[in-house]
C-alpha cells in the first residue's frame, strides 16, 4: 500500500519553515526520507526505525509516529538548495528482504 | 569510492521490443532494487536481488525480469516493450543490515522511451 503524502507541492521564501506528511493505511516498520532534484537520482536524508524516534540532518529533521502510522519530515530556515522533491519510504514488516513502497512526492520550491 | 552506476543512460525502443538495463552496485553493498519512476511518480519497485537471488518484487508483470552476479552487478531485462514501459528506470543498492533494510543509494537512472 502506497503511502499517502502531503502536501503535493508547497512554496516557500528563502528562510520559511516547511512540514512534510508520509502516511500509510498499515502498521510501519521504518520509514525512509529521500531528496531528488529535476533529472537527478534520490538522495537518502534520513531513516526512522523506532516509533516516536527523531533524527536531523542539517537544518531537515524527521519524526515517527507508530501509532499514527505516520512520519513528518521538518524543514527549517529552509535555503534555495532544498528545493526539489521529498519522497518518503515506506516499511511494512520487519525482514531481512523487505521491500520499500515510496509515495508519490512534495515538490519544494524555495524562492529568494 | 564509486557509487552506483547505470548503463545506459538513455534508450530508445520501440513496441515488442526486449531490452537489457545494467547496474554496479555501490562498492561495499550487496543488494541491489530496481524501480520505475514515470514522470511525476515516486519510484515504483520492481524487485531486489540478494546473494543472486529475486528475494522480493512488487506488482510488475513477468515480462519484468533480473539477474545479479557474484560481483553484485544486476541487469533488468523487460520483454515484450509496451508503450507503457517508457519510464526511468533505477537501480539502489543497500547492505543487507540486521535490522531490516538500510538505506538505499540511487544511481542516476537508465531513461527508456518506447515509440
Known amino acids: 500500500q502506497q503511502p499517502v503524502q502531503s502536501p503535493q507541492a508547497v512554496i516557500l521564501r528563502e528562510g520559511e519553515d516547511a512540514v512534510i506528511n508520509c502516511s500509510s493505511s498499515?502498521?510501519?516498520?521504518?520509514v525512509h526520507w529521500y531528496r531528488q532534484k529535476h533529472g537527478e537520482a534520490p538522495v537518502f536524508l534520513m531513516i526512522l526505525l523506532k516509533g516516536g524516534e527523531q533524527k536531523g540532518h542539517e537544518k531537515i529533521s524527521a519524526s515517527f509516529n507508530e501509532k499514527k502510522q505516520q512520519s513528518s519530515l521538518y524543514l527549517t530556515a529552509s535555503q534555495l538548495s532544498y528545493s526539489g522533491t521529498y519522497f518518503c519510504g515506506t516499511e511494512n514488516s520487519y525482514s531481512s528482504a523487505s521491500k520499500i513502497i515510496f509515495g508519490s512526492g512534495t515538490r519544494l520550491s524555495i524562492r529568494p | 569510492d564509486a557509487g552506483v552506476t547505470q548503463s545506459p543512460t538513455h534508450l530508445i525502443k520501440t513496441r515488442g521490443q526486449q531490452v537489457t538495463l545494467r547496474c554496479s552496485p555501490k562498492?561495499?553493498?550487496?543488494?541491489v532494487s530496481w524501480y520505475q519512476q514515470a514522470l511525476g511518480q515516486g519510484p515504483q519497485f520492481i524487485f531486489q536481488y540478494y546473494e543472486e537471488e529475486e528475494r522480493q518484487r512488487g506488482n510488475f508483470p513477468d515480462r519484468f525480469s533480473g539477474h545479479q552476479y557474484p560481483n553484485y552487478s544486476s541487469e533488468l531485462n523487460v520483454n515484450a516493450l509496451l508503450l507503457g514501459d517508457s519510464a526511468l528506470y533505477l537501480c539502489?543498492?543497500?547492505?543487507?543490515?540486521?535490522?531490516?533494510?538500510?538505506?538505499?543509494?540511487f544511481g542516476d537512472g537508465t531513461r527508456l522511451s518506447i515509440l
Open positions: 562498492s561495499g553493498h550487496d543488494t
Open positions: 498499515k502498521a510501519l516498520y521504518s
Open positions: 539502489a543498492s543497500s547492505l543487507r543490515g540486521a535490522k531490516g533494510n538500510q538505506p538505499q543509494h
